[in-house]
T-cell receptor
Framework: KNEVEQSPQNLTAQEGEFITINCSYSVGISALHWLQQHPGGGIVSLFMLSSGKKKHGRLIATINIQEKHSSLHITASHPRDSAVYICAVGDNTDKLIFGTGTRLQVFP | EPEVTQTPSHQVTQMGQEVILRCVPISNHLYFYWYRQILGQKVEFLVSFYNNEISEKSEIFDDQFSVERPDGSNFTLKIRSTKLEDSAMYFC?????????????FGDGTRLSIL
């Protein structure tokens, strides 16, 4: 059974700071997802990756398959980045296993 | 951009009653999912659906739950006899390709409150 751990659980930052959120998993996966959950509850998919690095705007996601570890970075953070960021992993089944999320608050 | 839509946004039901949560996945998507998030807890997989049948389900998805794609556009989750512990946010998601090959697109969720 895959366990997904995220750190930190809560993160507070000043606008403009560089943010890193970490995710570790215990068993081999087919893909790792980073998701953003807004205060109202809606979930948006940010990245799906199985190797290397992906970038979209100010967001960067990396994964190290050997170390079973992924990071989500936010450059030049902004108050609108405030949300819960969730790591989820998929194996060769349809099931996604979710981490508990990291609650990020960015203050002006 | 196409969206997954869920209705209603909030459903309040008496314990023991049946409830149907509705989802309209993105039109050219072939894989459909339901997830649940109890308040303050992590999101949990319930069931996946492909080619008009369940392809995978979790231990949570017992005989009280069923899914259906009645008309080629809607995808529904039915809970036959609701319990207090069914209170949660329920998310529908869809993807065009098989899991692992494409991100899933999520709806905004239905908040289910059982009284």
């Amino acid at each position: 059974k895959n366990e997904v751990e995220q750190s930190p659980q809560n993160l507070t930052a000043q606008e403009g700071e560089f943010i890193t959120i970490n995710c570790s998993y215990s068993v081999g996966i087919s893909a790792l997802h980073w998701l953003q959950q807004h205060p109202g509850g809606g979930i948006v998919s940010l990245f799906m990756l199985s190797s290397g690095k992906k970038k979209h705007g100010r967001l960067i996601a990396t994964i190290n398959i050997q170390e079973k570890h992924s990071s989500l970075h936010i450059t030049a953070s902004h108050p609108r980045d405030s949300a819960v960021y969730i790591c989820a992993v998929g194996d060769n089944t349809d099931k996604l296993i979710f981490g508990t999320g990291t609650r990020l608050q960015v203050f002006p | 951009e196409p969206e997954v839509t869920q209705t209603p946004s909030h459903q309040v039901t008496q314990m023991g009653q049946e409830v149907i949560l509705r989802c309209v996945p993105i039109s050219n998507h072939l894989y459909f999912y339901w997830y649940r998030q109890i308040l303050g807890q992590k999101v949990e997989f319930l069931v996946s659906f492909y080619n008009n049948e369940i392809s995978e389900k979790s231990e949570i998805f017992d005989d009280q739950f069923s899914v259906e794609r009645p008309d080629g556009s809607n995808f529904t989750l039915k809970i036959r006899s609701t319990k207090l512990e069914d209170s949660a946010m329920y998310f529908c998601a869809s993807s065009r390709l098989a899991p692992g090959n494409q991100p899933q697109h999520f709806g905004d969720g239905t908040r289910l409150s059982i009284l």
